[in-house]
């Protein structure tokens, strides 16, 4: 079965600031989303990352692929009160797999 | 881009009774929805795979005979709960696929705005 680790769990960071969020899987996959979670909501999709190297931003929100290291990063940068949310990965193999989730406080 | 609705958003219920959530894809054809719940601080779970004209594929521990799934057209899945508990309350979320499965990996989900139970 594919595991999906997300690191850290929890982060609490002063807005301005940036920081990396990690998300490594335990088999091939070539294609793999984050996704932001608000607090009583569904999910929203914020990037598909389909290769190898594969690098998409938006806004504040940066993720990278790395398929050989089987590693993701979702960097974060100059971070505002908004970005404050839950951000999932998740691995497409014959399912969709999960990562743990990590929850977003950015304070003032 | 492709919309999935859910209804209903919130339900309260009583213990015993049974609950039936849907799950439409409103501009695509879904041939493949998926089930899953979510508890308080924790990750998706996936209960069942959903597929158009035939039975649901339910994930290991989750009881088929309680958690009734019915595909039965390409734009709506129903997941109905039944004689429903308080231990089965949760946050429900379906996905719709956007195409098939493309060499054994899945494609694209879309993901419904959820549907959140509580059984008293």
């Known amino acids: 079965e594919l595991k999906v680790e997300q690191n850290p769990l929890f982060l609490s960071m002063q807005e301005g600031k940036n920081y990396t969020i990690y998300c490594n899987y335990s088999?091939?996959?070539?294609?793999l989303y984050w996704y932001r979670q608000d607090p009583g909501k569904s999910l929203e999709s914020l990037f598909v990352?389909?290769?190898?190297?594969a690098v998409k931003q938006e806004g504040r929100l940066m993720a990278s692929l790395d398929t050989k290291a089987r590693l993701s990063t979702l960097h974060i940068t100059a971070a505002v009160h908004d970005l404050s949310a839950t951000y999932f990965c998740a691995v497409a193999g014959n399912q969709f797999y999960f990562g743990t989730g990590t929850s977003l406080t950015v304070i003032p | 881009g492709a919309v999935v609705s859910q209804h209903p958003s919130w339900v309260i219920c009583k213990s015993g009774t049974s609950v039936k959530i849907e799950c439409r894809s409103l501009d695509f054809q879904a041939t493949t929805m998926f089930w899953y719940r979510q508890f308080p601080k924790q990750s998706l779970m996936l209960m069942a795979t959903?597929?158009?004209?035939?039975?649901?594929?339910?994930e290991q521990g989750v009881e088929k005979d309680k958690f009734l799934i019915n595909h039965a057209s390409l734009t709506l899945s129903t997941l109905t709960v039944t004689s429903a508990h308080p231990e089965d309350s949760s946050f429900y979320i379906c996905s719709a696929e956007g195409g098939g499965i493309t060499s054994g990996r899945r494609e694209t989900q879309y993901f419904g705005p959820g549907t959140r139970l509580l059984v008293l």
């Open positions: 088999t091939t996959s070539d294609r």
């Open positions: 990352l389909l290769s190898n190297g």
């Open positions: 959903s597929n158009e004209g035939s039975k649901a594929t339910y």
